[in-house]
């Protein structure tokens, strides 16, 4: 298995713009998550679905952050307006409730925000 | 709510050195406790986990005891090498957190010098 895969690595926009994070989790996993982590605050869980339903928002900053799940092979993590305080890594996760608590992160997008 | 307190870092070592990094919690429920580590540039990796008391996860060398009765799962490492430098993450799941949700201690970054 190719394990989560996440698009783009690296990412740099202005500010203002929107920004779109993409994450294919593994297949057949019916969980997957997102997390951003920060020098400052550390990692922080944003959101997370269970068959491609979200469970709990409640780590979403602001309204400007949204998250969807249409199908269970990609979900996207979307910003807009993007601001600078945004810049972080953002981590994509999977995990199969059958297989007990074992999450697998992707390898992360590098977020700057000029 | 349930919490994870890892000991601060940078942990700086010299190759061969014993390693030991020192993790708490606090938890509503019985939970299952994990370690995590994340080399540089990349996502987290399950390094080793315990799901009941007195369980010993190991894995690379590494070993750590879900102890009870200090609500602690301290990691430690014999002899480590240059390889091991990385960030490593204490985590916890409970059996009221769905979805296998993880709370996170604030990660201890290990450099290991030759």
């Known amino acids: 298995d190719a394990g989560v895969i996440q698009s783009p690595r690296h990412e740099v926009t202005e500010m203002g713009q929107e920004v779109t994070l993409r994450c294919k989790p593994i297949?057949?996993?019916?969980?997957l998550f997102w997390y951003r982590q920060t020098m400052m605050r550390g990692l922080e869980l944003l959101i997370y679905?269970?068959?491609?339903?979200?469970?709990?928002d409640s780590g979403m900053p602001e309204d400007r952050f949204s998250a969807k799940m249409p199908n269970a092979s990609f979900s996207t993590l979307k910003i807009q307006p993007s601001e600078p305080r945004d810049s972080a890594v953002y981590f994509c996760?999977?995990?199969?409730?059958?297989?007990?608590?074992?999450?697998?992160f992707g390898p992360g997008t590098r977020l700057t925000v000029l | 709510g349930d919490s994870v307190t890892q000991m601060e870092g940078p942990v700086t070592l010299s190759e061969e050195a014993f390693l030991t990094i020192n993790c708490t919690y606090t938890?509503?429920?019985?939970?299952?406790l994990f370690w995590y580590v994340q080399y540089p540039g990349e996502g987290l990796q399950l390094l080793l986990k315990?799901?009941?008391?007195?369980d010993k996860g190991s894995n690379k060398g590494f070993e750590a005891t879900y102890r009870k009765e200090t609500t602690s799962f301290h990691l430690e490492k014999g002899s480590v090498q240059v390889s091991d430098s990385a960030v490593y993450f204490c985590?916890?799941?409970?059996?009221?957190?769905?979805?296998?949700?993880?709370?996170f201690g604030g990660g201890t970054r290990v450099l290991v010098k030759p």
């Open positions: 996760a999977s995990s199969l409730i059958s297989e007990g608590d074992t999450q697998y």
């Open positions: 297949s057949g996993h019916d969980y």
């Open positions: 679905f269970n068959n491609n339903v979200p469970i709990d």
């Open positions: 938890a509503t429920g019985y939970p299952s």
């Open positions: 315990a799901t009941k008391a007195d």
């Open positions: 985590a916890l799941t409970t059996l009221k957190a769905a979805g296998n949700k993880l709370t």
